[in-house]
């Protein structure tokens, strides 16, 4: 039976925790691509395009395995055969994020358990077809990447409800999740290693597929049916309060009352006292429709608009590099396929750095938003709610100051042809892939209203997705410069982050203007310290 959200409360920390650990290994695993696509190519997906006009890649692929594992030989292939996997990629790189609109709305009405069944049932399905694919049945690798990616990312997006069970820490937690996200990339970059030890790719996905069974479980015995509500909302406190209520709330009263308040992420006062509680209940359910705000008011915002951008402009520079990644190593190293095989597995590797590094963006978007900070009697409720969500805005700025000044380093140091200056742009890569999502959520989570918060990323997600449609175009026009030197992209890009600063000016000028309104409170609050009374204004 799922447990209520007053249960879940009691074990937040280890909620959290398998929340993290599934984001580990069941989320953008798809962006491992890197590693995925040399074990395509050993099994000879596709290889039927390359027809007798194959190009002689047999080198031995040599990484950096433990003592006494072999590598395989990795067979000709083609250029035909390449553009089709990386078209593959692209496709399903868009759906994974494409999708997450009408799985938002849906999740705003149903919650997240049912949705996170259904992205583990998907995700199994898609290790099964991989594990099933092979040189006769190419086509395969179509669903099978694209389930991989839209099963991870509804493993993603239905975990940040879990920062609303902490009240100070929840962008922490937010950071956490996504960190986790992006080190998920690593999995494919060890099943690599696993299949380069003598492993069946078959045996391989079928293993990986049957560990989705325990996510499931958890999902099961561990997530509430419920939404889970803001930890410092009211309606958070009156579960307990209702369970005290000495059987004055019974049955189908109790349940509604329950359901209610799971639904419930933002409201006014709550009685606290006896059966005065619950009748405040039912009337703020009223006025619950009246509250939220319309939702296509909201997506004509300034700041979501902006958001919108710097997004879809770091999701495509991200999703180009990782699908190029191969190519550029080889022109960088002057075609030896030995040292660019064994950069793109430290790659790989390195995302498990999204794990560490992100509680880190967490704490900067975190930063004085405690109560304590804003204890001051002498400052109305109105002014210090205020001043709490200018300070919030504020970490967000701050953010995205970060994320946008990695993702214009990675463009940088990608230009230097130095294969030592490439692990470099390899951080900058993965800081930027765990930051974004981390710092996009928090700023939701600031900013809108909760009950509007799955629409508005899954509508951002769907944005994105079309966005890095255009990467496939940008495929093809390096295939036709010269020796496939990326250089005209890498240029295109750099030029591009540049617009992303636009959304932390404009948030930093959106604090000012919040700031300014707190200015006359405390010119009254200096007056009243003389014992002079002015008319209120």
Not at 245 to 256: A, E, I, P, Q, S
């Amino acid at each position: 039976m799922a447990p209520t959200v007053i249960e879940v409360t009691k074990r937040k920390k280890f909620l959290a925790g398998s929340h993290v650990l599934e984001n580990l290994f069941f989320s953008a695993v798809l962006y491992g691509w890197s590693s995925s696509y040399l074990i395509m190519r050993q099994e000879r997906i596709y290889y039927n395009l390359c027809g007798s006009d194959s190009e002689n890649f047999t080198l031995n692929i040599s990484h950096p395995l433990p003592v006494g594992s072999s590598s395989r030989e990795l067979l000709p292939g083609c250029t035909a055969q390449e553009d089709k996997l990386n078209l593959a990629f692209t496709i399903s790189s868009s759906l994974l994020s494409g999708l997450t609109f009408p799985i938002g709305l849906a999740m705003d009405k149903m919650g997240s358990k049912i949705w996170r069944f259904i992205g583990g049932f998907l995700f199994l399905c898609s290790c099964l077809l991989l594990a099933w694919v092979s040189e006769s049945t190419s086509w395969m690798l179509f669903p099978a990447l694209s389930l991989h990616g839209v099963g991870g990312i509804i493993t993603t997006f239905t975990s940040f409800q879990v920062a609303n069970l902490f009240e100070s820490s929840g962008s922490t937690v937010i950071s956490m999740i996504t960190g986790a996200n992006g080190a998920s990339t690593v999995v494919h970059a060890l099943l690599k290693w696993i299949y380069d030890v003598g492993v069946s790719k078959a045996v391989i996905f079928y293993v990986y597929g049957g560990a989705v069974g325990l996510m499931l479980l958890n999902n099961w015995i561990n997530v509430p049916n419920e939404p889970i509500p803001s930890s410092g909302h009211p309606y958070f406190g009156s579960f307990g309060q209702a369970l005290r209520l000495d059987h004055k709330v019974t049955g189908k009263r109790f349940h509604n009352m329950v359901s209610t308040a799971g639904r419930r992420l933002s409201t006014s006062k709550v009685v606290q006292q006896g059966d005065m509680m619950t009748s405040n209940i039912e009337v703020e359910q009223k006025k619950e429709s009246d509250d939220i705000p319309i939702f296509k008011e909201v997506i004509k915002s300034p700041i979501y608009i902006w958001s919108l951008v710097v997004l879809c402009i770091i999701m495509l520079r991200v999703s180009f590099f990782i699908g190029a990644l191969n190519q550029h190593l080889i022109n960088i190293s002057g075609g030896n396929l030995k040292q660019a095989s064994q950069y793109a597995q430290i790659y790989s590797l390195m995302q498990i750095i999204c794990l560490f590094i992100n509680p880190i963006l967490g704490w900067v978007m975190d930063f004085r938003t405690t109560p304590k900070f804003y204890e001051d009697d002498s400052m109305s409720k109105e002014k210090r709610e205020l001043k709490l969500k200018a300070q919030k805005i504020q970490n967000c700025s701050n953010a995205f100051m970060i994320v946008n000044s990695t993702t214009f380093l990675m463009g940088v140091f990608v230009f230097i042809p130095i294969m030592e200056v490439q692990l470099v742009a390899f951080l900058m890569t993965t800081l930027t892939r765990g930051f974004v999502h981390a710092a996009v959520a928090a700023l939701y989570r600031t900013v809108y209203h909760p009950a509007l918060i799955g629409s508005l990323i899954g509508l951002e997600s769907l944005a994105t997705a079309t966005f890095c449609l255009l990467q496939y175009p940008i495929f093809m026009w390096v295939e036709t410069s010269p020796g496939k030197d990326p250089l005209r992209a890498n240029i295109f890009f750099i030029c591009l982050s540049l617009v992303n600063y636009g959304l932390p000016i404009y948030l930093y000028i959106h604090v000012r203007r919040l700031r300014k309104q707190l200015a006359p409170d405390t010119c009254n609050d200096a007056v009243s310290l003389t014992n002079m009374s002015l008319p209120i204004q």
